[in-house]
């Protein structure tokens, strides 16, 4: 089945990016962006910038034309390296210069030799461009291409280190949510999605060979660990015919005016065999192998305790939240924080959490969408005016609920960026307060808006590849922590509800720093949630094995808010009685997800 290549030439290097927040897109085992220098050329491509360097016939092309002619034939490349990214990236890749080819998952790149070469070449390719003629939307550009360039040649000897099989957005979870919602736009869709399906126990294959590879190496993951994965992938096979891959299908088939009824009815039988013969064989050997490989892992403790351990902790710590901070920076930073919030608390003399949680538990008693209308209004004041768009609230399946996230949000394709969807996993709302504020981590002023936002400035195509997720879960907690303003509570709830919010995920982020930088065991955990009132060792130990899990995942989150935060001062000071938040706000989305240092440079001359 065909999806799309570049002017009928190879990809070399796969890449991927985390197109769905909480949905891995490591899911095609494609771990570090790898560019292919060598492999750039003759890929025409129709941008979202348009027709960008033309020039008449003998005349020089000016750098900005050439450095923009490089950056989307490297984007012709690396978006059609398999076909789950091209298809979230883009609606139309034939607009972009972009053949069909076979259908693919994409490969895995292990070797580290041929990361640290991919990056050099890559290294040359940049120097080869004047950096002082460049406006400041290419050089933001070209900083953002040089800093993952230095991170790729950091990252390359720790491969063996990363996990596909996550705890919290592992694949195992994950793969059906992307393929639920793999758009079908016309029947050329269908049936590449099909072929995508019938590939499944093959992807799976490739991900059971790098965890054999791991265990062989002794970085494999520990039993805990390993039960709570087989305990996805049952819970997966024991939806049976009620699984939603089947519902999901016949919903966008149904949709497709383009198809007969005969053909409607010919692909849902189609999909139906697909996944009794390629999805659950492959979740069944999936299971069976991790049950055979149970014992190999020799580490039940936090990253430290591998061989590098702390230093690859390090890297991902700087890969995770986008700070130049130090991991001992982060934790002061954050304690920091916590005292700030402290003080605000105790500002709020004579008012309980309790109250405040019945005061916005009877304010926020309203529908989703009720309440993202109401974010999106309420936001108004403080941040630019959004874009109009679509958006379409779904619930997570209830035989998935407890093995998801509470909600995540689906990037659309950016030609199509009117088509948004965010997931809420009803089991893990508990009340409508938390509805309300993950509504606002998700929609509005959270990930929906700055995506939307961002978009609406056409930014170069190569900057959708390229993830930040510091800045981008940074700026939902941000928005996240914001929402308590607007729920109609009193300044003082709204405070003592948002610092105690702040204070919580604070603490999350200095356990997994304690556990898996400075090797705390579950005891050390439970004394330290113990020091600020935590005292109930389940639910502790829940924290420890989720953090086990998922390194430097709440980093991302909390130093991501907190740097937001310091950027906010800074421009405080700056601007001192003629600071607007709206003009803040407007500087930092426009910059798009970058690394904070890139952000904190560039953000006075938007």
Not at 46 to 52: I, M, T, V
Not at 107 to 118: D, I, L, T
Not at 197 to 203: I, N
Not at 208 to 233: H, W
Request: proline fraction near 3%.
């Amino acid at each position: 089945m065909p999806i799309w290549k570049c002017n009928g030439k190879e990809k070399v290097n796969n890449n991927q990016k985390k197109r769905i927040y909480f949905i891995i897109l490591n899911l095609l085992l494609v771990i570090i962006l790898v560019f292919s220098v060598a492999s750039v050329g003759g890929c025409s491509m129709e941008s979202k910038q348009g027709a960008k360097g033309a020039k008449s016939a003998g005349k020089r092309q000016s750098e900005d034309a050439r450095f923009e002619e490089y950056t989307a034939e490297l984007f012709c490349k690396e978006v059609s390296a398999n076909t789950v990214s091209l298809h979230y990236t883009l609606k139309a890749p034939e607009k972009y210069g972009i053949e069909a080819t076979d259908a693919t998952f994409g490969q895995f790149e292990r070797e580290p030799e041929a990361v640290k070469a991919a990056a050099e070449n890559m290294r040359q390719a940049l120097l080869g461009f004047n950096y002082d003629d460049l406006n400041v939307q290419n050089k933001i550009t070209y900083d953002i291409l040089n800093y993952r360039l230095k991170l790729m040649k950091k990252s390359a000897d720790y491969t063996m280190y990363e996990e596909p099989l996550g705890l919290v957005s592992g694949v195992q979870t994950q793969l059906p949510v992307v393929l639920s919602e793999y758009r079908f736009y016309d029947k050329e869709d269908v049936e590449v999605y099909l072929a995508l399906v019938r590939q499944t126990e093959e992807y799976f294959e490739e991900i059971m060979i790098f965890e054999k590879k791991k265990a062989e190496m002794g970085l494999f993951m520990p039993d805990q660990a390993v039960e709570t994965v087989i305990g996805q992938c049952r819970a997966f096979l024991e939806m049976g015919n009620g699984n939603y891959l089947y519902s999901t299908f016949a919903d966008r088939v149904m949709e497709l005016n383009t198809l007969t009824e005969k053909e409607k009815s010919d692909y849902i039988q189609e999909n139906a065999l697909a996944i009794s013969d390629y999805v659950f064989p492959a979740y069944e050997r999936m299971t069976e192998e991790l049950e055979q490989l149970k014992g190999s892992g020799k580490n039940e403790k936090g990253l430290v305790y591998f061989p590098k351990g702390k230093e690859y902790y390090e890297l991902l710590a700087r890969q995770s939240t986008g700070s130049r901070r130090s991991v001992e920076e982060l934790k002061d930073l954050t304690r920091r924080q916590i005292n700030e919030d402290l003080t605000a608390m105790e500002q709020v003399l004579g008012l309980t959490t309790k109250e405040a949680k019945e005061a916005a538990a009877v304010i926020t008693d309203k529908k989703a969408e009720q309440i993202l209308e109401q974010l999106k209004e309420g936001s108004k004041t403080a941040f630019p005016e959004p874009p109009q768009t679509k958006l379409e609230v779904k619930y997570v399946p209830e035989a998935m609920e407890e093995h998801l996230s509470p909600a995540f949000y689906m990037i659309p394709a950016i030609d199509n960026s009117q088509q948004n969807v965010i997931y809420i996993n009803r089991a893990r709302m508990g009340n409508d307060m938390t509805l309300f504020t993950t509504l606002a981590h998700e929609g509005y002023p959270g990930h929906l808006y700055q995506t939307i936002y961002y978009e609406s400035t056409h930014p170069d195509p190569i900057r959708s590849l390229l993830d930040f997720g510091g800045y981008v879960e940074g700026w939902a907690t941000y928005a996240e922590m914001g929402s308590y303003y607007l729920m109609g509570l009193s300044k003082e709830q709204a405070t003592l509800l948002q610092k105690n919010a702040s204070i919580i995920l604070a603490l999350y982020a200095l356990a997994d720093i304690g556990i898996h930088y400075d090797g705390w065991s579950v005891e050390d955990t439970e004394a330290f949630f113990k020091n600020y009132g935590i005292t109930d060792k389940d639910a502790v130990g829940e924290i420890y094995k989720l953090i086990l899990g998922s390194p430097a995942n709440y980093l991302k989150y909390y130093i991501g808010y907190v740097e937001f935060l310091e950027l906010k001062k800074m421009w405080v000071d700056e601007k001192g009685k003629d600071f607007l938040q709206k003009e803040f706000h407007s500087a930092v989305l426009k910059i798009g997800p970058a690394p904070f240092e890139i952000v904190e440079d560039y953000m006075w001359k938007m």
